[in-house]
């Protein structure tokens, strides 16, 4: 079954310093991978997908993840994070006969000053 | 361009109640998926419905039901309330379908939070 596993729940970063989350999916076909943002009470906000082509994929608010098959992975890349950037970041892959996302359980990012 | 929008914002009920929850799709878009999240989880797939037929369902019961309307806008419906189903209640909708080698992008609104007491 297609799955997707996020295993830092919570993950605490300086203002400034670089930030990885990391994302791991099981699918048996290529797939379409996304990672979305949501801020308290808010919604999901899409900050990049990846479809196919290039493994490196940019995204918005200076957001990049590399897709690598060997590995299933699909992790999320900021070279400085602000402290903005504190939410909760999910991980998903859309599966399912209808295209539905499944997604991760989520990495809660805090920022420090 | 409008996007997707939820009503209520929050909404609580006691268990056994039935509740409603409404969605109105971004315009263009012929397709719309719910998702519950509970606290501390991922979103979960509930159903999807394209042209007001439900096109594909997650592993929850019967008594979540939807519907779609002939704009497109579309409810969920929850029966006889469970403290479980205390949630909040993501809508996504979509320019059309997706499988095989297609994708058609979601777009989530704001979310209902729904608490269950």
């Known amino acids: 079954a297609q799955s997707v596993t996020q295993p830092d729940i919570h993950i605490t970063v300086s203002e400034g310093a670089s930030l990885e989350l990391r994302c791991n999916y099981s699918?048996?076909?290529?797939?379409?991978l996304f990672w979305y943002v949501q801020s308290p009470g808010q919604g999901l906000q899409l900050l990049l997908k990846?479809?196919?082509?290039?493994?490196l994929v940019q995204g918005i608010k200076g957001f990049e993840a590399e897709f690598k098959r060997s590995q299933s992975s699909f992790n999320l890349r900021k070279p400085s994070v602000h402290w903005s950037d504190a939410a909760e970041y999910f991980c998903?892959?859309?599966?399912?006969?209808?295209?539905?996302?499944?997604f991760g359980k989520g990495t809660k990012l805090s920022v420090k000053p | 361009e409008t996007g997707v929008t939820q009503s209520p914002t929050h909404l609580i009920k006691t268990r056994g109640q039935q509740v409603t929850l409404r969605c109105s799709s971004q315009?263009?878009?012929?397709?719309v998926s719910w998702y519950q999240q509970a606290l501390g989880q991922g979103p979960q797939f509930i159903f999807q419905?394209?042209?007001?037929?439900?096109?594909g369902r997650g592993n929850f019961p019967p008594r979540f039901s939807g519907l779609q309307f002939p704009n497109y806008s579309s409810e969920l419906n929850v029966n006889a309330l469970e403290l479980d189903d205390s949630a909040l209640y993501l809508c996504?909708?979509?320019?059309?379908?997706?499988?095989?080698?297609?994708?058609?992008?979601?777009?989530f609104g704001p979310g209902t939070r729904l608490t269950v007491l």
């Open positions: 996504a909708s979509s320019p059309g379908l997706s499988g095989g080698s297609s994708y058609n992008e979601q777009f």
């Open positions: 699918y048996g076909a290529t797939p379409y």
């Open positions: 990846y479809f196919s082509g290039d493994t």
């Open positions: 998903a892959v859309a599966g399912g006969s209808q295209g539905n996302l499944i």
């Open positions: 315009s263009g878009h012929n397709t």
């Open positions: 419905y394209y042209r007001e037929e439900e096109n």
